[in-house]
């Protein structure tokens, strides 16, 4: 965020109160949201592995990757890929 701040040249605090009055979330919670959604496509529509599709989304370690998911959708990154097969 410090570093996105620095490239429009503003104050990381007012910054991050701009860019949840335009997105609605702060800036982590938008990133986290994009990368879930990222991985949810590629579990839907991939056959990689789930720490494949972890590090492509954007997440450095498989086992907080998957905590994260399962606090998101309240179902783990295999059980999401299984359901959405079968439903």
Same mark, same amino acid.
């Given at each position: 965020m410090a570093q /996105?701040?620095?490239e429009v040249h503003i104050?990381?605090?007012y910054f991050s109160r701009l860019f949840k009055k335009v997105t609605g979330f702060l800036p982590n919670a938008y /990133? &986290?949201?994009v990368r *879930? #959604? $990222?991985? @949810? @496509? *590629? *579990? *839907?529509? &991939?056959? #990689? &592995? !789930? %720490? #494949?599709i972890a590090y492509k989304s954007g997440f450095n370690n498989r086992t907080y990757f998957? $905590? !994260?998911f399962k606090e998101? %959708?309240?179902k783990s990154p295999k059980e999401?890929?299984?359901? #959405?097969?079968?439903?």
């Amino acid at each position: 965020m410090a570093q /996105l701040a620095a490239e429009v040249h503003i104050n990381e605090d007012y910054f991050s109160r701009l860019f949840k009055k335009v997105t609605g979330f702060l800036p982590n919670a938008y /990133l &986290s949201k994009v990368r *879930l #959604e $990222k991985a @949810q @496509q *590629l *579990l *839907l529509f &991939s056959d #990689e &592995s !789930v %720490t #494949e599709i972890a590090y492509k989304s954007g997440f450095n370690n498989r086992t907080y990757f998957a $905590k !994260v998911f399962k606090e998101a %959708t309240n179902k783990s990154p295999k059980e999401y890929r299984m359901r #959405e097969e079968i439903g």
